[in-house]
């Protein structure tokens, strides 16, 4: 098991021990395979973009070594055109074979976040430039699905075509992740004007023109423009208000899909993360207290909890749920690069389009 001593950062009262912590790492470390992959549990699936969740956590819990593998996995798997298939199974015998061959663009993304913590966590360099190549051809698959509007299509399918059709959150999680990217291209001293102006034209579509993506009843539509730091100050606030009293059961969590009687424990410590960046730590700080009835004995957390039936489910406990959490404690508990990340006060803004200025 993790020591406790490398997670006394990680201690916060009513949510986490030192040795709860390291608990919940070690259920992370555990579902770990030796090539790196962090299915979603032990004879699960994987998915690029929870895969780079739990490697985020892992650093956080100053387990660099096994980040790195998690990113020098998804180096070695990754598609010639610079994407990841949606999915990779994990069940015995699959070892990694291709599940879905969909390749969602926030799933590709992602990765420049988590390479750009792991730089943040290390300072490691040589793993930055190892890393560029990689991130590089995964932006630029990304920037091929931006429409005409500034929003990205979600997913490029195995015939290599895709849908005109765009997710608030996919597209919030994707907005950070090209900031992040952007971050890592200055740090190289090597410029990308075209991801700069992709970056604004996002944000803007975000922003400004909600009709430019699916309707969605789930919560991550309601807080993920905030969590990847499209809306920071009064308008981050007022959409927090706004949506509060239809998604947070006070005591239990965050609903996922409105208004079905369920709350899933990722959804909730990502929203504490949000709260977190607009200067609300304790309302985040209560919301993780409340999830806390997910906790299962190993240290890792059920996805969610039916409460009109007092009932778990599905009956998994997965990676990506606590490495939410994790990552949530950590922001909270003030680790640099945690907070440096899902702050984005340093992240590089990208260019506003100045046609698109006025409307």
């Known amino acids: 098991m993790t020591s406790p001593g490398r997670t006394e950062h990680l201690v916060l009262p009513g949510v986490l021990t030192a040795g709860q912590a390291a608990r919940t790492v070690a ?11 962090v299915p979603w549990f032990d004879g699960g699936h994987l998915d690029p973009w929870d895969h780079v969740e739990a490697a985020m956590a892992l650093d956080a819990a100053g387990e ?81 699905l931006q429409l005409p509007g500034g929003e990205i299509a979600w997913k490029r399918d195995d015939d290599g075509s895709f849908p005109h059709e765009a997710l608030l959150t996919g597209c919030s999680s994707v907005y950070h992740a090209l900031r992040c990217a952007l971050a890592v291209a200055e740090t190289r001293e090597d410029p990308q004007p075209d991801w700069e102006l992709a970056t604004g034209r996002l944000r803007h579509a975000i922003v400004h023109h909600p009709e430019r993506f699916l309707a969605k009843p789930h919560s991550m539509d309601w807080y993920y423009p905030v969590l990847g730091t499209a809306l920071r100050g009064d308008a981050a606030r007022a959409r927090v208000q706004e949506g509060w009293d239809r998604f947070v059961v006070p005591g239990l969590g965050v609903r996922c899909v409105e208004p079905n009687p369920w709350v899933t424990g990722a959804e909730s410590a990502e929203l504490a993360l949000a709260l977190w960046a607009i200067g609300e730590s304790d309302r985040a700080v209560r919301l993780l207290t409340d999830i806390q009835h997910l906790r299962a004995d190993d240290g890792l957390y059920w996805t969610g909890y039916v409460f009109e039936d007092d009932a778990v489910w599905p009956e998994e406990r997965t990676t990506w749920t606590a490495g939410a959490l994790l990552l949530a404690v950590a922001a909270l508990g003030g680790d640099e690069a945690t907070t440096a990340v899902f702050g984005g006060d340093r992240l590089p803004l990208g260019l506003d389009d100045p046609a698109e200025s006025c409307c």
């Not at 259920?27 to 992959?37: K, L, N, S, Y």
């Not at 010639?80 to 599940?99: F, I, N, R, V």
């Open 64 to 144: 660099h070594a096994r980040a790195a593998a998690a990113y020098a996995w998804l180096a070695r798997v990754q598609n010639a055109d610079g994407s990841w298939y949606a999915a990779y199974d994990y069940a015995d015998g699959a070892e990694g074979s291709p599940k879905d061959r969909g390749r969602e663009a926030n799933f590709c993304a992602y990765v420049a976040v988590g390479v750009w913590h792991h730089y943040l966590s290390t300072g490691d360099e040589a793993f930055l430039d190892a890393m560029w190549p990689h991130l590089f051809a995964a932006i630029e698959f990304v920037l091929a």
């Open 27 to 37: 259920g992370i470390a555990a579902a770990q395979r030796p090539d790196g992959a």
